[in-house]
């Protein structure tokens, strides 16, 4: 008989995988995700981006753009924890863990980026356990 099984272990976790779908795109609401904005897939319904856990660094940032986010996704958005060697360890389907992604009631992402591709915004310690909750 096969079974599945919870093992415990400890990992380093270095990246977080942020993937969202802004509620607007475009330039008519105050809550909107610009059409040019850095990471917008070409599908024009998607922003995703890989941050580096500890220091808030995005991966692949165009160098000399800062910008700002404040958008609406309304529990759309899929934002997933990776080890040092590249696996997934946890993922959240829905609502904006603000431990670690910063915005407010859960259904807004906001981050202000540097030049350089850091959240400024981005939490000191930032706080992985909605990720590993036991609630239903």
Not at 16 to 26: A, E, K, L, N
Not at 29 to 57: E, R, Y
């Amino acid at each position: 008989m096969k079974a599945k099984i919870k093992i415990e272990k400890e990992v380093e976790i270095t990246k977080v995988h942020i993937q969202i779908q802004p509620r607007y795109i475009g330039d008519s609401h105050d809550d909107d995700m610009p059409s040019d904005f850095p990471g917008l897939c070409s599908n024009k319904q998607t922003w995703a981006a890989v941050v580096d856990i500890d220091t808030g660094i995005i991966a692949s940032w165009p160098q000399g753009i800062a910008r700002k986010m404040h958008v609406k996704v309304c529990d759309a958005g899929l934002y997933t924890l990776f080890d040092a060697d590249g696996n997934s360890v946890a993922r959240i389907d829905g609502y904006v863990p603000h431990g670690v992604v910063p915005g407010s009631y859960g259904d807004y992402v906001e981050l202000t980026i540097d030049e350089n591709g850091k959240i400024t915004n981005w939490p000191a310690k930032p706080d992985i356990s909605e990720f590993f909750s036991d609630e239903c």
